[in-house]
């Protein structure tokens, strides 16, 4: 069993910048494909972030692409969201997720791909 924990969230002025952190557990994450999701108040779960199991591919949404980065440490089991660049619409319960794939270089988008999730962490921009 895989279990993945947050950390790295807080409230921060626009314009500031976050790095949240994906600890995990159980299993190598170096088998895993991983993405970022986040939750709005009052809206769906919305994909964020995704990168490949061999950490070759990623891919962003659009309203954050150019501001966020996702990377992976599959030394020290941990996937990364540096976050740049903040504005209040990024307001959101952010969660990292992970699924077990045999296609190194394939990326996920849907949140139903998914197989272990977070617990999610508060990120809060204020204007």
């Known amino acids: 069993q895989v279990q993945l924990v947050e950390s790295g969230g807080g409230t921060v002025q626009a314009g500031d910048s976050l790095r949240l952190s994906c600890a995990v557990s159980?299993?190598?994450?170096?088998?895993?494909?991983a993405g970022w999701f986040r939750q709005a108040p009052g809206k769906e779960r919305e994909f964020v972030a995704a990168?490949?199991?061999?950490?070759?591919?990623?891919d962003y949404a659009a309203s954050v692409k150019g501001r966020f980065t996702i990377s992976r440490n599959n030394a020290k089991n941990t996937l990364t969201l540096q976050m740049n660049s903040l504005k209040p619409g990024d307001t959101a319960v952010y969660y990292c997720?992970?699924?077990?794939?045999?296609?190194?270089?394939?990326?996920?988008?849907?949140?139903?791909?998914?197989?272990?999730w977070g617990q999610g962490t508060q990120v809060t921009v204020s204007s």
């Open positions: 997720a992970a699924l077990q794939t045999p296609y190194s270089g394939s990326l996920y988008w849907r949140e139903g791909d998914y197989d272990y």
């Open positions: 159980g299993r190598s994450l170096s088998n895993y494909g």
């Open positions: 990168m490949s199991r061999s950490g070759a591919s990623t």
